[in-house]
């Protein structure tokens, strides 16, 4: 069974760093972003299991990160945790309104808030479970078994391939840039290149067999699951 995966988007590094820490020790893949619009680009891209939320962020600011996740066809149901200084009753009542599953203000204590975050994930485990497997061209993919099947025929795939096929599979039809493709198949901490990528999408082409062509190259971006 894959690990869950957790978007932290926090400047304060220092509060970061302790997230991710024991939120790893929890055995959770943690993803971070310092700021609101690479937190949005982030939770897009990778589709995070839960996101925390600062509120005071730079360039976008948190509540509006909030209203664009909430009102995303593919990010609405994503349980959203909002970590804040900020605590007042009107901020709150605001953060919910905009769609926040829950609300913690800091300073926090951690173990309290990480059962918190698997409450969340408990509550949304049956809504979401439906949404772990795709399917599309002759292709299924089921992530809580870590299995994919072409035309009923399982695939041998690496991590990274079936991470890098869930990603295209999951959202046909969008173009993927080489660098959301990394992330998403790799996380955000691999040392690779993106040209890296193209290797592994060719290996997987290979493997698809007769559905190959479903992962078309987009010029100049990267690339896209045909619908």
């Known amino acids: 069974m894959s690990k869950q995966t957790i978007l932290i988007i926090e400047d304060e590094r220092a509060i970061a760093e302790v997230l991710s820490y024991n939120l790893r020790k929890e055995d959770f893949e943690v993803l971070t972003a ?9 939770a897009q891209t990778n589709l995070p299991d839960l996101i925390i939320l600062d509120l005071m962020l730079p360039v976008i600011e948190g509540l509006e990160v909030c209203r664009v996740l909430k009102s995303g066809a593919r990010t609405r149901d994503i349980p959203l945790l909002i970590l804040t200084a900020r605590s007042e009753e009107v901020d709150e009542i605001v953060g919910f309104q905009m769609g926040a599953d829950d609300y ?10 990480i059962q918190r975050i698997k409450a969340l994930l ?3 485990k049956n809504a979401t479970a439906e949404g772990e497997i795709v ?3 002759g292709i299924e993919i089921n992530r809580t078994q870590h299995r994919a099947l ?6 041998s795939l690496t991590p990274t391939e079936f991470r890098l096929l869930w990603a295209l599979v999951r959202q046909p039809g969008r173009a993927f840039s080489r660098h959301e493709l990394m ?5 955000d901490d691999a040392l690779v290149l ?4 193209d290797v592994h999408v060719k290996s997987l082409r290979q ?15 990267g690339y896209r699951f045909r619908e």
Do not use: H, Y
């Open 34 to 42: 310092t700021d609101g619009q690479d937190g949005l680009r982030r």
């Open 104 to 113: 913690v203000t800091k300073p926090f204590k951690v173990k309290p808030l």
């Open 122 to 124: 408990r509550r949304k």
């Open 135 to 137: 399917v599309g061209g």
């Open 150 to 155: 072409l035309n009923g025929v399982e695939l």
């Open 183 to 187: 992330e998403a198949s790799m996380g």
């Open 194 to 197: 993106e040209r890296t990528i």
């Open 207 to 221: 493997k698809l067999g007769d559905q190959a062509e479903r992962i078309e190259t987009v010029r100049g971006v």
